[in-house]
């Protein structure tokens, strides 16, 4: 639960179930520090919630957000903003380019090694998700390491961590979703009705959706920004 559920509500639940029972009724209790959204609460009346249909159609992976909030430790408070969602999405797609490339040269095969065995122990210690991040990036760099013994990491990360790296998605680029390209058909109609204020500001939105238009003379031509 929630860090906010420590000082009554699971203090109420124990009292109450094992009063109940007699018997123990929880050995641990993990809680997990507040998300923020632009470092502002999540409230219905601020409007600030999001769905995951809206990463979709801004053009992110649904797991982008799982690697994103995996980079900090439970206990740890995280803020959500569209900038660390970009570069949480760059670092999973350069993550899955490296676990393909080690996949085809360990031919799928794995074995086990002192690295496989720290991987889960980390993973063991309070769910530490950005120690394993990092042992999983040292060991996808390390050329010296033998193909299969590193695959063996890869395959016990993606047990406890499931962002598809036994199995990434392939390589080949993302169209660019519909309302990225609806918003630059809209900055185009405003810089040739000589309105560039308005231009600039769909721009933004352009670039804070993860995309950079560049003016070209057969039109705006768009791309996936590199972070």
Request: hydrophobic share 40%; proline share 5%.
């Amino acid at each position: 639960g929630g860090i906010d559920h420590i000082p009554i509500h699971h203090n109420n639940e124990i009292a109450q179930s094992e009063s109940a029972t007699g018997r123990s009724f929880v050995r641990y209790w993990l809680h997990n520090a507040f998300l923020t959204m632009e470092h502002e609460k999540v409230s219905k009346s601020l409007g600030n919630a999001i769905y995951l249909s809206e990463l979709i159609e801004r053009g992110y992976h649904p797991l982008a957000l799982r690697y994103l909030f995996l980079q900090a430790h439970y206990r740890s408070p995280l803020s959500f903003t569209w900038e660390s969602l970009a570069a949480s999405q760059e670092g999973l797609t350069r993550l899955w380019k490296g676990v393909r490339e080690l996949k085809t040269a360990a031919k799928g095969v794995s074995v086990s090694s002192d690295l496989q065995d720290r991987m889960i122990a980390l993973l063991r210690d309070d769910l530490s998700t950005p120690q394993a991040l990092a042992l999983l990036w040292e060991v996808v760099r390390d050329e010296s390491l033998p193909p299969k013994q590193a695959w063996g990491v890869v395959e016990a990360a993606e047990q406890i961590l499931g962002l598809n790296l036994t199995n990434p998605p392939s390589s080949e680029a993302s169209p660019v979703p519909d309302m990225v390209k609806t918003l630059a058909m809209e900055r185009e109609t405003a810089r040739q009705a000589g309105d560039y204020a308005e231009a600039d500001r769909i721009r933004i939105h352009i670039e804070n959706s993860g995309y950079a238009v560049e003016d070209r003379p057969s039109g705006p031509v768009l791309t996936k920004k590199a972070r």
